[in-house]
């Protein structure tokens, strides 16, 4: 049979509809090797924590969700460019217009409407265990605007994969054959993110210049590195959301390849938090009141919410009450 004739923004879109598969394959090696890393650390730390015997079977779900979604992916790559290479006008014509209802696209796009869940889910945990050292209340507050958008996320999700399996459905017909909700879901997905990031920011780098003002450079370091500042708020699926989103907006095929990649740097990051959670490097609910500036033998427990002396209390090396009530020990902080 004759090959079909396609366009040129068909094939461009077969490329990156390809290199996403890529991205995909490459970004779920990793979480594999991480997924073995962070569950041999949590379960050999299982007792010291109940947040370890809890992100145990979370890490479980999260990878057996990302396991169902390549599987599915793979499939359909080889049903749109193997099996049906030769539909008329092309691969990318044949996934547009059979294999986009077609039942192994809907398990991809169920899996991954599973993985956005969980993933946010995980972060915004992240946001109120990184906010609650100013007060749970606080943190709560915090979390209530990333949490709606969650539930609104995976509203629109629904509401996509409906008209994916239903395209001549009222909702498919309200949400302008697939447009508005693809658009709507995609931008609270991206979105999301993005305020999370921001959140977790702005507390990492208050804390960091409190702490500095403080103790100078030598101290907590492990909480507020730039690594610290790259991880703990997924600031690569920020960015590389932002990329699609704005890729998507041109009506490009490049959001085809950033929306993978940005799947794939989410689910990183998380096994990366949960294995430096796993050494102590990642923040817990008590990190801010439990770090211990240690000079010589003292160790000064404080919260950087509590943190009020002078020069006089510090030269005399006696407790002192502050303002919350809390007694602080400020011998020897001259050595700071």
Known sequence: MAAPQESADALNSERYFLSSDFISGVGYGIQAVLYAIATHYLWRRRSARRVYAFLLPFLTVLFLVSTTMQVAQAHLMELVFVDNKSFPGGPWSYYKQRAVGGAVNLLNVAAQLAALVLSNLFMIWRCWVIWSSVGRRMAYLVILFPSLMVIFSFITGTFLFITYAHPNSHLALLGGHNLAWVTTYYTLRFANGVVVTILILIRLIVFRHRTRAISGNGYGQEYTSVITMIIEPSAAF???????????????PLSLLFADAATAARQITEYLIVVRLAHGRAWEEDTVTTIHFK?????????????????????????????????VYFGQLEQF
């Open 238 to 252: 920020s960015v590389i959301g932002i990329a699609c989103l704005i890729a998507f907006g041109m009506g490009s």
């Open 295 to 327: 000079a010589g033998e003292i160790n000064v427990s404080m919260s950087d919410s509590q943190i009020d002396f002078d020069s006089d209390r510090m030269a005399g090396g006696k407790p002192e009450e502050g303002a919350s009530g809390q007694i």
